[in-house]
């Protein structure tokens, strides 16, 4: 009796080791059955508006025109952006040498290092840091979005598809939320005298343009994830519903084939 008890707890302990079902089936032949739904149309627009937000919003980070000169004014001072500072003969007021700056250089290169204290306050990295949250955070949803959207890893994407769906909306909130600190922080402090000299010589240029137009697409898109992750839960809990009512019929043989359990 003893013997007996023994084998039958070593053989279910080796199927459920090999992962074998009832049936005599493997689990990872099971797996290769399973066919995943495809992603909703909010769910692709959704990554479609945020891919355009993201490009918008890099073309911004990356491009040199967030503040320029009229050019009518021949300013020593020509552009900027949040990375590069271009003057046409400047001279620093209290650095001690006549010395011109010239031409556009990173911010911290050489060139602008005995100048870095003025030309970056705390405002300005404030502003930088800002936008650089909102690229992480922008970039991050589109990884996410094309797990979705690929469905990669399947039965990870199949079973928490609603869970992502709302972690690409939280990354867009604080997308949208640091771009808007950053514009306002920016929009309002370029215009400070203790900054750049005459301060109105400049504009607001392209690139700032730029970040506002990324901020307004990503809240839509955002708005389109949250409403998508919405849906995604019902789904799941129809899903659910209809396993608990036939655990053993075919709606829960079709439900684990398209990987909602």
Same mark, same amino acid.
């Given at each position: 009796? @003893? ?12 199927? *459920? ?10 689990? !990872?032949?099971?797996? @290769? ?10 769910? &692709? /627009? ?5 891919? &355009? ?25 020509? /552009? ?8 046409? %003969? ?9 010395? @011109? ?38 970039? *991050? ?94 789904? @799941? ?8 009512? !036939?655990?053993?019929?075919?709606? %829960? &043989?079709?439900? *684990? ?5």
């Amino acid at each position: 009796m @003893k013997k007996s008890s023994f084998n039958m707890d070593e053989k279910r302990s080796w199927r *459920s080791s090999v992962g074998i079902l009832q049936n005599g089936q493997s689990w !990872e032949s099971f797996n @290769k059955n399973i066919k995943p739904t495809p992603p909703s149309s909010s769910m &692709v /627009n959704a990554g479609i508006i945020a891919f &355009v937000a993201t490009v918008f919003f890099i073309i911004s980070f990356t491009s040199p025109y967030w503040l320029q000169s009229y050019m009518y004014t021949y300013n020593d001072f020509s /552009n900027m952006g949040l990375w590069e500072f271009c003057f046409n %003969g400047f001279r620093y007021p209290k650095y001690q040498f006549d010395y @011109k700056f010239m031409g556009c250089n990173y911010v911290f290169s050489k060139e602008y290092r005995i100048i870095w204290t003025w030309m970056l306050p705390a405002w300005f990295m404030a502003t930088q840091s800002f936008m650089t949250i909102a690229l992480l955070a922008s970039l *991050s949803t589109l990884v996410l979005i094309s797990m979705v959207l690929m469905r990669w890893p399947l039965q990870f994407v199949m079973r928490y598809e609603w869970h992502l769906t709302a972690v690409c909306f939280i990354f867009q909130a604080i997308t949208v939320v640091s771009i808007f600190f950053a514009v306002l922080i920016f929009g309002v402090m370029c215009w400070s005298r203790d900054w750049l000299l005459n301060p109105n010589f400049n504009y607001l240029s392209w690139s700032y343009a730029f970040a506002v137009i990324a901020g307004g697409i990503h809240a839509f898109a955002g708005l389109t994830l949250l409403h998508e992750s919405y849906e995604a839960r019902d789904r @799941k809990r129809q899903a659910a519903s209809v396993m608990h009512m !036939e655990p053993q019929g075919q709606y %829960g &043989v079709e439900m *684990s084939a398209h990987g909602y359990i």
